[in-house]
């Protein structure tokens, strides 16, 4: 047994990443951010579909023409190919995510 919000280092130079299980199609991890984003030039354009849900913290999740604010307890599914980035997470605090990735 774990506990999601065990093990999340007081300083992070870099967003967090934790594979929590992996098997052939689905992919579940934990993502901390404190005050990360992705860089203004990039996009992500997965072949597959990610679920998100926002545990604790807040963000901003930017598509091609809209964007979506998440709290804790918000959710969201993007599906493969849909251009998005990270805009902005919560500077004073953990954004602790779950991600599951669903390969096809």
């Known amino acids: ?13 870099e967003e967090l990443f934790t594979s929590l299980l992996k ?8 993502i901390v951010s404190n005050g990360h ?25 930017v598509y091609e023409h809209s964007e979506q604010t998440l709290t804790a307890g918000d959710y969201v599914l993007i599906p493969a190919h849909t251009k998005h980035r990270v805009e902005w ?10 991600a599951v990735h669903l390969y096809h």
């Open 1 to 13: 047994m774990d506990n999601i919000f065990t093990n999340i280092p007081t300083e992070l130079p």
């Open 23 to 30: 098997r052939d199609n689905v992919h579940i991890e934990r």
């Open 37 to 61: 984003s992705t860089p203004p030039e990039q996009w992500y354009d997965q072949a597959w579909d990610e679920w998100v849900l926002v545990l604790e913290g807040q963000a901003i999740l």
């Open 89 to 98: 997470t919560t500077p004073d605090s953990h954004t602790v995510w779950l």
